[in-house]
């Protein structure tokens, strides 16, 4: 199967982001990709970090689901993509929500962001609620596909207790916060969670000044099969379930776990 990631910067013109990433999700099926991974904050951008993302946020059966939707039903693929979810009872609070959706249209993951990013001047948590603690993991082909996001990448519990659910792709939607080594950060991070678990990784993040680009897919044995730069675009890659097999079966390190 043929797996992509996207990279774009989201801005608070909501159908224009919805249209944006429509494109680069439709030239990323035109090469192949039977999956794609958009970034976070792919609906609304978070803007300066201070400002109230309620007002932006909605429901799951809002406007840019229900594009998505449409979208993966007339391209026949797998589409997960961050966004701003209304909460329930409590107009002015918002999640931080990575949603996934099939070939027919339907709405198969929704995962609410765990770790919120307050650190480097950010406090995500004055925006954003957390959600519970739950992995969340969807099938795509003969693939399980694991939901984190973002600031999740650097709890390597998550990933773990995805990989026990049965993940072999880790999902990374993210806008992972420029400065200073973040890049190497990232790169770092994205390929640690695919070595320590032996599972391939795929990280769409959002590009420059703001955030630090370089989306990858990483394959179970840290290799970089593809990784974009600055610039928007795609970048697609082959995984198989069969290479998730051969490197557990070389490398059986989750069989040697000693902790619980």
Known sequence: MRVGVVQFASGDDKPAN????????????????????????????????DENLAPAAESLDGPFVTG???????????????????????PSKA???AVA?????????????????????????????????EPTTFPCGDLTVGLMTCYDL???????????????LLAVPSA???????IEQWQALTTARAIENTAYVAGAAQPPPEYC???????PYGVR???LRVDDGVAVAEVTSERVAEVRAKMPSLEHIRVK
């Open 18 to 49: 919805l249209a944006r990433l429509s494109e680069l999700v439709t030239t990323a099926a035109a090469d192949g990709a039977a999956l794609v991974i958009a970034p976070e904050a792919s609906m609304h951008s978070f803007g300066d970090g």
């Open 68 to 90: 998505l939707s449409t979208l993966c039903r007339t391209l026949g693929i797998t589409v997960a993509a961050g966004m701003f979810e209304l909460v329930a009872g409590e």
């Open 95 to 97: 999640y931080n929500t």
């Open 101 to 133: 959706i099939d070939p027919t249209g339907t709405l198969v993951a929704r995962y609410r962001k765990i770790h919120l990013f307050d650190a480097l001047g950010w406090l995500e948590s004055r925006q954003l609620v957390a959600g519970p603690l």
């Open 154 to 168: 650097r709890f390597p519990e998550l990933a773990r207790a995805l990989v026990r659910s049965g993940a072999t």
């Open 176 to 182: 992972w916060v420029a400065g200073t080594q973040k």
């Open 213 to 219: 680009g370089h989306s990858a897919l990483i394959d």
């Open 225 to 227: 099969l593809v990784e």
